[in-house]
């Protein structure tokens, strides 16, 4: 059951594009206090609630340093065998954890080419989710009902 403050996307008939305003996520750019560390020691941590079946479009964790670089991560967990047909339910909060060495620096767009991997973690200022439904092929989602809350980074 979700309750109290979280973030989430409760919508009818998303439309198979890449942003909408209503569909952003952000923090204020601020000093979190990390300490210094590499992407090799950490997790992005999050408490996820699928209410409905998701099957399509994912979330773009963007992780943006003092610096102006981005480290992005696409958070599409039903993207699997497992639930690739039938969509990823939770039946309540979920925690998961991605390695922060999964989140790559981009240009725009664009990934950095080599790959580049966040170097220090206490320069982080930033960290924006957005849910996009542009990916190629997308379809209208009919119903989505995801919530987020509790994002962190936390050691392995």
Not at 81 to 99: E, N, S
């Amino acid at each position: 059951m979700i309750s109290g403050r979280y973030s989430r996307i409760k919508q009818t008939d998303l439309p198979a594009a890449g942003y909408n305003g209503s569909w952003v996520f952000s923090t204020c750019y601020f000093d979190f206090g990390l300490p210094v560390a590499s992407h090799d020691d950490k997790y992005f941590k999050m408490e996820v609630d699928v209410v409905e079946a998701w099957k399509a479009g994912y979330y773009v964790i963007d992780i943006g340093m003092e610096n102006g670089d981005h480290f992005k991560y696409r958070f599409k967990p039903w993207d699997t065998d497992t639930y690739r047909t039938t969509g990823l339910k939770t039946d309540g909060w979920k925690t998961f954890y991605i390695p922060l060495s999964d989140f790559y620096k981009y240009n725009g767009d664009t990934q950095a080419d080599p790959i580049v991997r966040i170097s220090d973690i206490s320069k982080i200022r930033d960290v924006r989710v957005d849910f996009s439904n542009g990916a190629t092929g997308a379809k209208v989602i009919a119903s989505h009902y995801v919530a987020l809350d509790n994002l962190r980074i936390v050691d392995k």
